[in-house]
């Protein structure tokens, strides 16, 4: 019984193992299958991805419940009195300033969180382990580097956008993997801009319609987590900013699969392409025609066989015998 129950745990263990394998990717992934195998790892380990952005999502909803409560709703009807413009204009600066400090910290915890994201997510497609506590403290060694990347490349996507849309979207596609450069490569700010530049190049459709499906996935799902905050009533904020951070992981971990298809990518363009001599085949020389010459006996004239030894008619011989 002992035997049984032991061999039904290893088998359990090994189903398992196989189960939770995870694999780096061997070859060049397509979109579909960059968001499939995103979507398939978060379903394996959904609290060890949710557990940066949960931060980030409390972060975001008190400063969403802090703004409501400095700046209260008013009445359409007073929106148009001269009393409600001279109240709007001292709070101007009180808007301002929670808008500004709003973004600011949405901008760092996310940043951080996406960088836990990408180390967490490369240690186990690299070991098959991985530790939240060890890509954090890695995120927060390689926090400079990562905002100044970010802002660097924020700054272009807004001038771009201002200018031209298509520029913008040039600018977002093209920087779109800085983060997996600082945080797999160890890269520096303006290093990770170049290296992201270069890993893009010649897969901007693929690199596009990747942020496309994110972004669609993203905002249907956070307009669902919006309209399920209005039943949590005073609690609004906090509730929406928690049901956003549930999809947040997808972008930086379709993001770091991105990195590793690309890598492959790159390695087999650079190989150089061996090309086999041409090689020209000799013509043979063709056979000599042996044309068989007809032998006649000297002492009768009879005509003889190529073999025969002895004239048939008169006996004559006509060689001799080995």
Known sequence: M?????????????????????????????????????????????????????????????????????????????????????????????????????????????????????????????RGVASLTTAFNFAAYRLSPLLVASVVSGVLMILGLICFVVPGIIVVVMFSLIVPAIMIENRGAFESLERSRRLVDRSWWKTFTILLLVLLVTVLLSIMGEAVSVFFGPFRGIASGLLQALVQPIQPLASTYLYYSMRIKETRLAQPVSYKPLTVATPTPPLPIVIEQPRFCIQCGQKLPTDAVFCPNCGNRIRKLH
């Open 2 to 126: 002992k035997n049984w129950r032991t061999w039904c745990l290893i088998r359990i263990r090994k189903v398992e193992m196989k189960t939770l394998r995870l694999e780096k990717p061997l070859r060049e992934l397509s979109a579909t299958e960059i968001i499939c195998r995103s979507f398939s790892l978060y379903s394996r380990r959904p609290l060890e991805f949710f557990a940066p952005f949960f931060f980030v999502g409390i972060l975001n909803g008190m400063m969403r419940q802090a703004t409501r409560l400095l700046i209260p709703e008013v009445a359409p009807a007073e929106r148009l009195t001269e009393r409600f413009l001279e109240w709007s204009m001292g709070q101007l600066g009180v808007f301002v300033g929670v808008t500004f400090t709003a973004v600011l910290v949405f901008w760092i915890t996310n940043t951080i969180a996406s960088g836990i994201t990408v180390r967490y997510t490369s240690d186990l497609l690299e």
